[in-house]
């Protein structure tokens, strides 16, 4: 069961609430006589590359997922023609929400009977990203599926070949927003968790914040509050690229609550045994179709708790940041602390001015931003107990940056004031 109530506005995201993300779907493949393969090229900002069929169409969904993809143009001679049959598995991305979502939504597929009795000579092909390579940890989670991929081949320039066996998806978005998943996906992950019973090690601590703070660079501010807040709470805090999958799944298996701000850490969280609480901190005013739906993977006890004022989130982009985190009144009253007085410490009001700073190095004006008007309310709430001589109102020294800072704090105190 999900729980938005300490959300800051959870009207904002009622069209999000009662949507199913697991349906009822007969998976398949289709066969494709003469299609080519594009390898990863970014086109007018997009992730191109995938299958063009023989006709000219473009397929979609062979892209990272579906509207995030494009073909482009690719003259005759630059196709080399392949005698060979392959099964064609995706495009693949090296970030690991990606990988346990997006990079699994056709391994189902080599799984199956009907690939073992009627495509077992087939070779394998998918299409890397940049970047993209078989770390150790998802080697690992593919092993634990019985899956090598070492017989994966990559397709690194256009290819076009005999036949191609283009599995479904088991997890997918039909509108580059809203993410849905079969059983099939389901029994992936059910399997991964299988491995982790078979190999399951007690563990001393029971509750973990998972951490992005100590590879996020200047993507954010303010992590270390939470981690603070939560070691106080009894969580062990834990980065978890620190650990092996293995060792992860582990964690995860032991914990009977996890929190995390939302990424693919906070993904993780239908790797645990169901029953188990999830604490999901929304890194901004938005909540990800990712998230929502490996939360239905799982049967979890999930409370999303707002604990951000990332005012200045890209509006095109704004899983790129740059998110500000803090000690909410919504998270404090969550574990009943009547400790935590103020909404905002000293502390929080230097951090978020550092963070103000940030913002302007990537924005000109709260127009690029994506709405700082959502957090009209807590702004005003964190901001009145300082008075206008404080720092975020003080004259500032010149710099490259003083301009467009000025205009947006300027602004934001404007909004908070009408």
């Known amino acids: 069961m999900e729980h938005f109530e300490h959300l800051y506005d959870k009207n904002c995201f009622s069209d999000l609430f009662g949507v199913t993300h697991k349906v009822e779907k007969t998976l398949s493949f289709q066969t494709l006589r003469s299609g080519t393969v594009l390898p990863y090229k970014i086109v007018g900002g997009c992730a191109g590359g995938g299958i063009v069929t023989r006709e000219g169409t473009y397929i979609e969904s062979t892209a990272l997922h579906t509207k995030s993809g494009a073909a482009y143009p690719v003259e005759e001679a630059q196709i080399t023609d392949s005698p060979e049959k392959v099964i064609y598995i995706g495009m693949f991305h090296k970030i690991w929400g990606h990988c346990i979502t997006d990079n699994l939504r056709r391994m189902w597929f080599l799984l199956s009977d009907v690939c073992r009795e009627q495509f077992r000579d087939y070779k394998i092909v998918f299409i890397p990203q940049d970047g993209f390579s078989f770390g150790n940890n998802f080697r690992q989670l593919l092993s634990m599926l019985g899956i090598n991929p070492d017989a994966f081949f990559p397709v690194t320039r256009p290819t076009r070949f005999q036949e191609i066996i283009l599995p ?4 997918y978005t039909p509108d580059g927003e809203v993410r849905y998943f079969t059983q099939e996906y389901a029994d992936l992950i059910e399997k991964i968790k299988d491995y982790g019973r078979r190999h399951f090690r007690s563990l001393d601590f029971d509750k973990v914040y998972f951490t992005y703070a100590r590879c996020s660079g200047a993507k954010q501010i303010g992590e270390q509050k939470l981690e603070r807040f939560f070691r106080r709470q009894g969580y062990r805090i834990i980065a978890p690229e620190r650990f092996s999958f293995a060792e992860q799944l582990n964690i995860l298996l032991n914990c009977r609550s996890l929190a995390s701000t939302i990424g693919s850490c906070s993904h993780n969280v239908m790797f645990m045994n169901a029953g ?35 005012v200045m989130v890209s509006r095109q982009h704004p899983w790129d940041g740059p998110f500000y985190y803090y000690v909410s009144r919504q998270l404090a009253d969550f574990f009943h602390c009547e400790d935590v007085h103020s909404p905002f410490t000293r502390e929080d009001y230097r951090e978020f ?63 908070i004031a009408r």
């Open 353 to 415: 001015k550092l963070y103000l700073r940030l913002g302007a190095a990537r924005a000109s004006n709260l127009a690029e931003c994506k709405a700082p008007a959502y957090y009209r309310k807590i702004l005003s709430q964190c901001l009145r107990n300082y008075p206008s001589a404080s720092a975020l109102h003080r004259p500032i020294k010149k710099s490259s940056l003083v301009q467009p800072y000025v205009l947006i704090r300027n602004k934001l105190l404007n909004l």
């Open 168 to 171: 479904d998806e088991c997890f």
């Open 276 to 310: 188990s609480q999830a604490i999901l901190i929304p890194r901004a005013n938005y909540l990800t179709g990712y998230q929502l739906a490996v939360n239905e993977v799982t049967d979890l006890d999930i409370h999303w708790i707002q604990s951000d004022l990332s």
